[in-house]
């Protein structure tokens, strides 16, 4: 189990999906309803090239920006709020 989990390391959420459900496409092909196995995620597994492996320069440069951004969690930081009269009159010299 743990070299399953090693061998997946670099794969996304969506790309795990992929693998549980090509996994599970296999198991049924082979009359195995519902009898997922280990082989059958080591199988599906190599034929799988995370987006990391595939495109690591774009992968780290949206790392590098989500170490930026606001976690979506966070609270928002009320901006100071101006007159929108102040605002309308300002650009009129």
């Known amino acids: ?3 399953s989990a090693a061998n997946t390391a670099k794969f996304s959420g969506a790309e795990l999906e ?3 459900a090509e996994a599970a496409l296999l198991a049924f092909d082979e009359g195995r309803p519902q009898q997922v196995t280990l082989s059958d995620l080591e199988t599906c ?9 595939t495109d ?3 992968v780290e440069r949206m790392q590098e920006w ?7 969690s ?18 009129m010299n």
């Open 56 to 58: 690591a320069a774009a």
């Open 45 to 53: 597994g190599s034929s799988i090239t995370p987006l990391a492996i």
């Open 74 to 91: 966070s609270p928002v930081v009320a901006a100071k709020q101006t007159s929108l009269r102040t605002a309308k009159y300002r650009n």
């Open 18 to 20: 992929t693998l549980a």
């Open 66 to 72: 989500a170490a930026t951004a606001r976690r979506a």
């Open 1 to 3: 189990m743990e070299a």
